[in-house]
């Protein structure tokens, strides 16, 4: 079965655009989470949906937002981009939110440069 | 709040060697525990888990044990190969399962 997929994969932006990611899930996953990869600060997390909520948040400031739709592909969105926002930018998928973390599967990453 | 450290790098191995990266993790109530590879340019692969103490994970020649006592989960492997070259996550989910907590990564090179 296809994976997770992100696209676009690399992506350059100018500092004070604004820019969205997009997390297509494995077929008849309904939870969807954002992750932020940097060299400095590591893997953190972003957000969380489930069938279209939020239930989670990471401690990203405002300008960083998501949201998922009923075929449950998500989407996030960065808004007034700092050069700080340079990163790798992963999405994982999972029929349901796991404590075992069984069933997780992340993607390829959209590679996000803000010059 | 929940927390994993783990063992800077980077770390050079000749191929062949017996390779530990050290994990050791904070967290409330009874956490899963992974370890993730990441290759260069490609997302995280989940390499093994463990979701209770005492259970040993493994795959690929690699192994880790879930130690409650001493909140540890290191990464074995008895000997390395070229292609084992990657970086190297530790990790944990929270008790609702939908948030990992993930070490800082480590970064092995191995070398024929």
């Known amino acids: 079965k296809a994976g997770v997929t992100q696209t676009p994969r690399y992506l350059i932006k100018t500092r004070g655009q604004q820019v969205t990611l997009s997390c297509s899930p494995i077929?008849?996953?309904?939870?969807v989470s954002w992750y932020q990869q940097t060299p400095g600060q590591g893997l953190q997390f972003l957000f969380e949906?489930?069938?279209?909520?939020?239930?989670n948040k990471g401690n990203f400031p405002g300008r960083f937002s998501g949201r998922q739709f009923s075929n449950s592909r998500s989407e996030m969105n960065v808004s007034t981009l700092e050069l700080g926002d340079s990163a790798l930018y992963l999405c994982a998928s999972s029929l349901a939110a796991s404590p075992t973390g069984y069933g997780y599967t992340f993607g390829s990453g959209t590679r996000l440069t803000v010059v | 709040g929940d927390s994993v450290t783990q063992m800077e790098g980077p770390v050079t191995l000749s191929e062949e060697a017996f390779l530990t990266i050290n994990c050791t993790y904070t967290a409330t109530g009874y956490p899963s525990l992974f370890w993730y590879v990441q290759y260069p340019g490609e997302g995280l692969q989940l390499l093994l888990k463990a979701t209770k103490a005492d259970d040993k994970g493994s795959n690929k020649g690699f192994e880790a044990t879930y130690r409650k006592e001493t909140t540890s989960f290191h990464l074995e492997k008895g000997s390395v190969q070229v292609s084992d070259s990657a970086v190297y996550f530790c990790?944990?989910?929270?008790?609702?399962?939908?948030?990992?907590?993930f070490g800082t990564g480590t970064s092995l090179t191995v070398i024929p």
């Open positions: 949906y489930f069938s279209e909520t939020q239930r």
């Open positions: 077929s008849g996953h309904r939870s």
């Open positions: 990790a944990l989910i929270s008790n609702t399962g939908n948030q990992f907590y």
